[in-house]
């Protein structure tokens, strides 16, 4: 079974703390996604990482940057947390560009006041 | 922007009976499709995926895909009250956004006993 692990189940942080959040996938994935997920909104993808220290920026990156110096590790950075940013954070990993299915961690709920 | 459309539900059936669950998308290049369950608090967790027009059914579940109406479906046969959760269209992108998954909102299944 594939296994996504995100490293905090809940987060509380303050207005303009830097915030890390950690997401480690244990199949040798080439391919890991951050989105978060709001009521009304659904999901959407901030970044997506398809090799080690490469990473393209998705439908909403603004306010969010990304690390990947491992395969298996993939962070979402907050640089400086707002309160617009308390949400589910969801990471997934995919096989590689041909396998399109995506396996999700459990999430993240960050909530900065 | 590409866009995937569900039906909004709530969607209320009695244990037993067919739910039936659809989705439709706008871009026309799309080739792979995906439905995803959500139970309240937890992360999607994939339940089928569909590639080619026609059904594929496993177990109590069938996806239907034409993909000339761009058009998804989802059935589940036999409702449990197990089944009742937010259930996920997504659909992979085309050409250099192959690597993207475009979610709906969700439907909200609630099965009755």
């Known amino acids: 079974d594939v296994k996504v692990t995100q490293s905090s189940r809940y987060l509380v942080k303050r207005t303009g703390e830097k915030v890390f959040l950690e997401c480690v996938q244990d199949?040798?994935?080439?391919?890991m996604f951050w989105y978060r997920q709001d009521p009304g909104l659904g999901l959407r993808l901030i970044y997506f990482s398809y090799d080690v220290k490469m990473k393209e920026k998705g439908d909403i990156p603004e306010g969010y940057s990304v690390s990947r110096e491992k395969k298996e590790r993939f962070s979402l950075i907050l640089e400086s947390a707002s309160t617009n940013q308390t949400s589910m954070y969801l990471c997934a990993s995919r096989l590689d560009r041909r396998g399109n299915i995506q396996y999700f961690g459990a999430g993240t709920r960050l909530s900065v006041l | 922007q590409k866009e995937v459309e569900q039906n909004s539900g709530p969607l209320s059936v009695p244990e037993g009976a067919i739910a039936s669950l659809n989705c439709t998308y706008s871009d026309r290049g799309s080739q792979s499709f995906f439905w995803y369950r959500q139970y309240s608090g937890k992360s999607p967790e994939l339940i089928m995926f569909i590639y080619s027009n026609g059904d594929k059914e496993d177990g109590r579940f069938t996806a239907q895909l034409n993909k000339a109406s761009q058009y998804v479906s989802l059935l589940i046969r036999d409702s449990q009250p197990s089944d009742s959760a937010t259930y996920l269209c997504a659909v992979g992108g085309s050409g250099g956004s192959n690597y993207k998954l475009t979610f709906g909102k969700g439907t909200l299944l609630t099965v009755n006993p």
């Open positions: 199949m040798d994935h080439e391919n």
